[in-house]
């Protein structure tokens, strides 16, 4: 069987009843861990633009915009809503698919949930037909080890799939229907790297999630495109291959088989502080936090020590912007000392131009062998033998925080997996913190009480179109 047909049947057969507890569970933190993000995003530059843009398209008010209280197309509706949800650089990750997988998701299952007035189990079983058929095709054509070598980012490349199944899930396309949206959404793949660090970086996302609507309905209008887009001639593998491709058969027996790669070693993980994600000198700075007492005033220095690698490519200049400071860790580290806290707060332009004075006290030293005990489990596999459930990505970069005191002590913490990591799973607790910070930007606390417990409670929520009219104001 082809690859593209598998999948389709993959998203035609998937139904929330054989999924099991913990994958339900995940998915939940994955879809509530998205629109704390987004609401938190809302009032970005970039997402007021093009608010202001979607505003004078108008269109068919099918559904509601989130965080406002107009509606329009799912199309639109989900532009805005999956930018809203990247700008922060915030939203989830993933090892195994080396990208943000719920900001090319989560909006089509907000727009689309609310058009076609889905239940809160449905909006899980979207989602997850979602993460697992983009996992799949990334695995597929992108051979991770490989992927950096791309210029394409693959929150859209692989994303616009991701969001393609999520819809045809969700309006119940055929199979043949669906090998055709894949089809269309194959043609509309792309988002370069060259634009990180602008706003069309998060556009990547919001544009995967309009594009993948778009590919269903086009698909269930008759619309035509080749049905094996993923494997044939000038097709989708090979126009983003990057590796050698494992060939179809060993993830077609995986699609086969019960797994999910969403809690598997490198499926869903969350960015606990809204940072680029190298998170390992905040969290070592917050393990010395947790069990020693200082004053920062009477910090001599600190030192943070890393691979050379990472040091040689530190920006050492103070930065100017939150946008910048979320890109440089000595900053990072300066600011969670300071302030106890690495939250929404210590990454704002307003925090920047009131620069820490321990900022100027940080330094960077290479990590000898015996500074850190690495506990990787990962074994080593021949290059040439390609596993579907293997991480081919760098190791996580290891990181020692030394702090000088200037009573002579020297008070040390470590870190190789930060709070959030496949390798470091966080509780509903730590997320449900970063969730009510996010949200009480915009929402009251009691709005935010009453919209946590329809998250937490998703598969019990009858009515999806009951979060989306709490959270379209």
Same mark, same amino acid.
């Given at each position: ?13 998937? /139904? ?81 698919? /080396? ?47 490989? /992927? ?161 690698? /990472? ?163």
């Amino acid at each position: 069987m082809a690859i593209t047909k598998a999948l389709a049947n993959y998203v035609v057969g998937m /139904r929330y009843e054989k999924i099991p507890e913990d994958v339900v569970d995940l998915t939940k933190k994955g879809i509530l861990d998205f629109f704390g993000c987004a609401i938190a995003g809302r009032g970005l530059e970039g997402p007021q633009i093009l608010k202001e843009y979607v505003v004078k398209q108008g269109g068919t008010p099918e559904c509601s915009v989130l965080g406002y209280d107009f509606k329009t197309t799912p199309q639109l509706s989900a532009l805005l809503c999956g930018t809203m949800g990247h700008v922060l650089d915030y939203d989830d990750v993933s090892a195994v698919l /080396r990208a943000h997988a719920g900001v090319a998701i989560a909006p089509v299952v907000w727009a689309l949930g609310d058009k076609y007035k889905i239940s809160g189990k449905r909006a899980i079983e979207a989602f997850l037909t979602g993460f697992e058929v983009g996992t799949y095709v990334a695995r597929y054509v992108m051979a991770a080890k490989y /992927r950096n070598a791309t210029p394409f980012h693959v929150t859209k490349a692989v994303g616009i799939i991701s969001a393609t199944a999520t819809a045809a899930r969700i309006m119940d396309l055929t199979v043949d229907q669906t090998r055709v949206a894949f089809g269309i959404a194959a043609s509309m793949a792309g988002g370069l790297k060259r634009n990180f660090g602008t706003m069309t970086k998060s556009f990547h996302a919001g544009n995967a999630a309009h594009d993948g609507i778009m590919a269903a309905d086009l698909a269930q209008m008759g619309f035509t495109a080749d049905m094996n887009i993923f494997e044939e001639k000038t097709g989708y593998l090979e126009a983003f291959m990057t590796g050698e491709s494992p060939g179809e058969q060993p993830i077609i027996d995986l699609m086969n088989s019960g797994f999910w790669y969403i809690t598997s070693l490198g499926g869903l993980g969350f960015k606990l502080y809204p940072a680029a994600y190298f998170h390992q000198p905040i969290s070592a700075c917050m393990e010395i936090m947790e069990r020693e007492t200082f004053l920062v005033d009477d910090i001599e220095s600190v030192t943070v020590k890393t691979n050379a690698e /990472r040091i040689q490519g530190v920006d050492r200049s103070a930065p100017k912007t939150g946008l910048e400071a979320k890109f440089n860790f000595l900053y990072s580290v300066a600011v969670t000392l300071t302030d106890g806290k690495a939250g929404l707060a210590q990454f704002t332009d307003e925090r920047v131009k009131d620069m820490p004075p321990l900022y100027y006290k940080v330094k960077t030293g290479v990590l000898a062998e015996n500074d850190l005990v690495l506990n990787n489990e990962e074994t080593e596999e021949d290059d040439d033998q390609f596993s579907p459930t293997k991480i081919y990505s760098e190791p996580e970069t290891p990181v020692v925080v030394e702090i000088a005191m200037k009573d002579g002590r020297v008070l040390v913490g470590s870190c190789l997996y930060p709070l959030g990591h496949q390798n470091n799973p966080t509780n509903w607790n730590a997320l449900l913190d970063k969730f009510r910070e996010c949200m009480l930007l915009r929402f009251t606390k009691e709005e935010v009480a009453k919209i946590e417990d329809m998250f937490v409670n998703l598969d019990k929520l009858d009515k999806f179109e009951d979060l989306v009219t709490a959270l379209a104001k």
